[in-house]
């Protein structure tokens, strides 16, 4: 297996080719941030004008499936980009990198954490309720409760 893997430049670059190819068609098609935000269901599509509970619970799991789907759409976007970019650092120094593509990686890293810190936060709140952990020095053991 490891005599499978190519390395030095040659493959960086082909890698970058692939990375590239990858975006593009991501960008370019239904999987693209753009694309997906643009399909949208509205809730007058699901009748108007009397009550109907399951239609309003539909409509509210809809909005969260397709908003959660855009920014996955998105994320996954900026960490092929994010990707793209430090492959084509690897290949000709961070030095000799433009200073708007290292500006760029430097955004789209901040982002991308700015992102992640956001949505572990419900499980950083739900692990603040949980009891802590006790250790017992002497034999390694943990005590729950």
């Known amino acids: 297996m ?19 190819t990858l975006l593009a068609e991501l960008e370019g098609g239904a999987g693209g941030s753009r694309q997906v935000a643009l399909e949208r269901v509205t809730r007058g599509s699901l ?22 789907l855009v920014q996955l759409s998105k ?23 433009e200073e ?15 992102d992640w810190d956001a949505a572990s936060e419900p499980e950083k709140a739900k692990d603040k309720g949980a009891r802590p952990e006790r250790h017992d020095a002497t034999s390694g053991t943990t005590d729950l409760g």
């Open 75 to 97: 994320s996954l976007g900026d960490q092929i980009e994010l990707l793209r970019i430090a492959v084509h650092a690897a290949d000709v120094g961070y030095d000799n990198v």
């Open 2 to 20: 490891a005599g499978d893997l190519e390395r030095g430049v040659g493959a960086l670059k082909k890698f970058r080719s692939r990375v590239d």
């Open 47 to 68: 009748g108007v004008g009397m009550r109907f509970d399951e239609a309003d619970g539909f409509y509210t799991q809809y909005n969260r499936v397709h908003t959660a």
């Open 100 to 114: 708007e593509e290292r500006y760029r990686f430097h955004q789209i890293q901040a982002r991308l954490k700015k």
